[in-house]
């Protein structure tokens, strides 16, 4: 059999033998003239010669179209022809199955259709795979690992065997429970045990408020701080635990409790009788982290990705500062910005090297990941305000929410402003704020009018394009307004 698809392809023609198909050599694969021709068609002899002797032909079929594998394979099976020809009942075991397997694929639609979706998912569990990671995962051993008293610290003079076992102040641990990492977790999470959930709820208090009710979130013990409000976290502890350990349910109501959504102003009796804000007599401010200081300009300017996962990626950075620290054969030596929406992805995306972390996190006191942290440092420096001003990624997203500002239908100064406010403050600025935000912008325009080259070069920070329809001195003098809002304590504050 030959069959051939249309495509003006030496490889589009296909011979069979028997049914089965055979190799072929493509001296060359593309066909420059059309398959019509008016040679008569011929079985057994070429157009002027001598027919070949010896041969003759049983049957001739010609087909209007490709017949496919099986198809040609099946014209070909002369087993299966005797098969067909037998009567059912004298058909043996193997003739059977053979014949099975020929009318599946050959004649049953339902199983076609059957194939052909799972073909598909197939098709798409291997796009699956090929988009996830390989996660490694641990097991016990088979023989569980010893340890034992050693004299006076020495590891090769070996003393009693130590059986797995917890501290005889806490719960007990049960006998039912393997002692193993499988039994301590279940242990750990026990109704009878106290620790657990007032350690994790302590610490997304400490997240929420600033400052946990334990002050020591590390420390529990006789040598930490006593809880401010015993009463409370045994109560979020119990809560916590009883709904099922649900993490979404337990900031919601500390969110929503009265005690978070107080007023942070201050008062002279306040600052007097707690000073310190333990009472929880106002709500919580305090300086915002550093992943959260970046993203936060990023959201309320409108340009951070809103894409979940994915590898590690590099933005903005200043030039030199892996150099400095790499070896020449690092894989690490150079660092090569990344471009797009990667430049734009949350920080916790941030691709982290070790010895030289990003510097805009570094200054807004990001632990360095050598060590696990429970409460992160919190200071105020100039070189913060000098990075919030100047930094690449603040300077472009102010220039965002400024050409933002600009495209929108809002009429005057004050509108453009105020919707600007409502982003950054969720609140509208106040007559007297309105009349600063006015002197300054009035200053930095007259500024940029005459200063057209500072003003391209300020608002071509960053990758984002710029909107070309907008007058660069005016786009510059409301990017620079921006960038100061952006600056405010009330912005940088929680």
Partial sequence: AVTYDGGRKAEGFKIYLNGLLQKTNNVNNSLTKTTRTKVPFKIGQRDTETPISGVTIADVRIYDRQLSELEVSTLGNTAL?????????????????????????????????????????????REIKQRGTVAHVMQEKKE?????VLNRGEYDQRLDEVEPGTPEMLPPFPQDLPRNRLGLAQWLLGPEQPLTARVVVNRFWQEVFGR???????????????????????????????????????????????????????T??????????????????????????????????GV?????????????????????????????????????????????????KRSAPPASMDLFNAPSR????????????????????NDPQFVE??????????????????????????????????????????????????????????????????????DEELSVAELAAWTMT???????????NK
């Fill in 81 to 125: 022809y005797a098969t067909l020809a037998k009567p059912p009942a004298e058909r043996s075991a193997d003739e059977l199955s053979s014949l099975y397997g020929w009318w599946l694929p050959a004649r049953d639609e339902r199983y076609q259709e059957i194939q052909a979706q799972l073909g598909e998912l197939s098709q798409e569990e």
């Fill in 144 to 148: 569980p690992a010893k340890a034992f």
């Fill in 212 to 266: 946990g009710m334990v002050e020591t979130a590390g420390d529990f013990g006789v040598s930490g701080q006593l809880p401010s409000h015993p009463e409370l976290l045994d109560w979020l502890a119990v809560e916590f635990r009883e709904s099922g350990w649900d993490v979404k349910k337990l900031f919601k109501l500390m969110v929503m409790s009265a005690a978070y959504q107080q007023s942070a102003a201050s």
């Fill in 268 to 301: 002279a009796e306040k600052l007097e009788r707690d000073p310190e804000n333990r009472l929880l007599s106002r709500g919580p401010r305090y300086r915002m982290d550093a992943e959260m200081v970046r993203d936060y300009a990023l959201a309320a300017c």
């Fill in 304 to 352: 951070l990705s809103p894409k979940i996962g994915g590898p590690s990626v590099k933005p903005y950075q200043p030039e030199g500062v892996w150099e400095a620290v790499a070896m020449r054969e690092s894989n690490t030596h150079t660092y090569q910005q990344d471009k797009g929406e990667s430049l734009y992805r949350r920080s916790m995306y941030t691709f982290w």
């Fill in 370 to 389: 050598e060590t696990c942290v429970m409460a992160r440092e919190r200071t105020n420096t100039p070189l913060q305000a000098l990075v919030t001003l």
């Fill in 397 to 466: 997203a102010a220039r965002r929410l400024a050409q933002s500002a600009l495209n929108q239908n809002a009429e005057g100064f004050e509108e453009r402003l105020q919707e600007i406010n409502s982003r950054l403050l969720s609140r509208k600025l106040t007559e007297v704020e309105v009349k600063i935000a006015q002197s300054i912008f009035d200053k930095l325009l007259d500024f940029y009018s005459t200063h057209t080259d500072q003003a391209e070069k300020l608002v071509h920070v960053g990758e984002s394009p710029v």
């Fill in 482 to 492: 921006v960038n100061q809002l952006l600056n405010l304590d009330e912005t940088l």
